[in-house]
């Protein structure tokens, strides 16, 4: 009996050694995910290991390149590996990583994500009710996108918890990657692991707020920690990504000032232009959106950006079709008399909701641009999915619905060119 008991005291020994260990293997290998990025594809990884996950494109090994290596509250190092076009299988440490399809025909789209915490204004971080960016990103893999563009705003703790607050208590604050890690990559992991990324810039990821993970971590652009400020940079030139019919024009406008700023303006103008060079429809992808309403004012809309609008107005060219935002914690689409782009905002991503926002916009007229066509769905947290007509070759007709984070349809509206048509 009694070497019988020691038997099963070693093995118990060895069990836990063995859990112990395969947790600390994997806690290694923190997060990973691919995404697109100026001229093509890569996959990232972070992770808190020595070196970088193993990597074989095609069966091939090939090292990870360090992105940005640990430093002051960063004790992760970012890794990334470019991914050919014509490349059919990609893993990291065994795992196949998600590749983009030549047609994407479901693209989901999220935005305004994080845990606001800042002065007093303070969400519950520790109540999936009250902040489910989780279960928005949970349910968003199971649609099985072929495509994720999160619009912005990750990055939401800035400051600390009020003290004796349980729905904050515990929370880190701060520009760090404990930070990054609650607000966007934790409960972000299985959307990040669903499908290709595509990354705009916020807001909140400006340098002096959450820029310095931004940059380590998630900027299409290259990590330079001896440029900006611990290379976070101001914003880069746009580019573009094809989505198989529709070129998608990534933009940067996350220090667009709210009131028209004349240097701006010159400088997004020459941005929101651009596309005349492109053939064939357009997108355009960015943070702050124009003719939209986060709140209404002495019975006013409120809310658009000055700025992007006197840089935009009469600029656009005709093949581009929409702005696809954020910024806004609302479910909105509009459609306008002015024959502009159709504007999405799907900022309702996890951050507290814009409750002020008006629940119907057709009608209104907002910095001199009536609004046609078009939805609002204030106070419901979700995300959406624009999904493609598959008998439509052109790439102007899609169908785009709003879902809160329960899996249930919050609005609809068929998308043909500029024109919107919604239930």
């Known amino acids: 009996m009694a070497s019988t008991h020691c038997l099963s005291a070693r093995v118990a020994v060895a069990m836990l050694a063995l859990a112990l260990t395969s947790g600390r293997s994997e806690a290694r290998d923190l997060y990973r995910w691919v995404q697109y990025v100026p001229g093509g594809l890569e996959a990232r990884a972070v992770t808190d290991d020595a070196t970088c996950p193993a990597a074989m494109i095609d069966g091939v090994k090939i090292a990870m390149a360090e992105r940005s ?10 890794c990334t590996l470019p991914i050919s076009q014509d490349a059919t299988l990609v893993t990291l440490n065994g795992r196949p990583m998600p590749l983009p399809k030549p047609r994407p025909n479901r693209i989901l789209i999220i935005g305004d994500t994080g845990c606001r ?17 989780r279960l928005g990103a949970d349910l968003g893999a199971k649609f099985k996108p072929d495509l994720v563009l999160h619009v912005g705003d990750m990055h939401y703790r800035e400051s600390d918890c009020p003290v004796g607050n349980l729905g ?64 976070c940079l101001g914003p880069q030139a746009p580019y ?18 709210e009131k028209a700023d004349a240097t701006q303006v010159a ?33 006013q809309p409120v809310g658009d950006n ?4 006197a840089a935009a107005r009469g600029v656009v060219p005709a093949n581009v079709q929409a ?101």
Request: charged share 20%; hydrophobic share 40%.
């Open 267 to 299: 400088f997004y103008r020459e941005q929101f232009a651009w596309p005349k060079s492109i053939a064939g429809p357009v997108w355009m992808a960015f943070h702050r959106p124009i003719w939209a309403a986060e709140s209404m004012k002495n019975g």
């Open 323 to 423: 702005f696809l935002s954020g910024h806004h914690h609302i479910f909105e689409v509009m459609s306008y008399d002015n024959d502009l782009p159709i504007q999405i905002v799907s900022g309702h991503g996890g951050d507290s909701l814009s409750m002020g926002a008006p629940a119907i916009v057709k009608g209104l007229t907002i910095n001199g641009v009536k609004v046609t066509d078009g939805i609002a769905r204030p106070g419901i947290f979700g995300f959406s999915m624009i999904e493609r007509d598959p008998a439509d070759m052109s790439g102007t007709r899609w169908t785009l619905t709003g879902y809160d984070t329960h899996g249930k349809s919050i609005g609809k509206c068929q998308i043909d060119g500029r024109k919107l048509a919604c239930d």
């Open 168 to 231: 904050c208590a515990g929370t880190p604050f701060g520009d760090t990657w404990d930070v990054w890690k609650e607000d966007f990559f934790k409960p972000g992991e299985a959307l990040l692991g669903a499908a290709p990324w595509l990354m705009v810039r916020g807001n909140h990821e400006e340098c002096e707020r959450g820029g310095k993970g931004w940059a380590r971590t998630l900027d299409p652009y290259a990590f330079d920690p001896t440029a900006g400020a611990a290379g």
């Open 117 to 133: 915490l800042k002065g007093a204004q303070v969400q519950a971080c520790n109540d999936m009710s009250e902040w489910p960016f």
């Open 306 to 309: 000055k700025t992007l609008a």
């Open 69 to 78: 290596v640990p430093g002051e509250n960063y004790p992760v190092r970012a």
């Open 240 to 257: 573009t990504v094809d989505l198989g019919g529709v070129t998608l024009v990534m933009m940067d406008v996350s220090t667009a000032a």
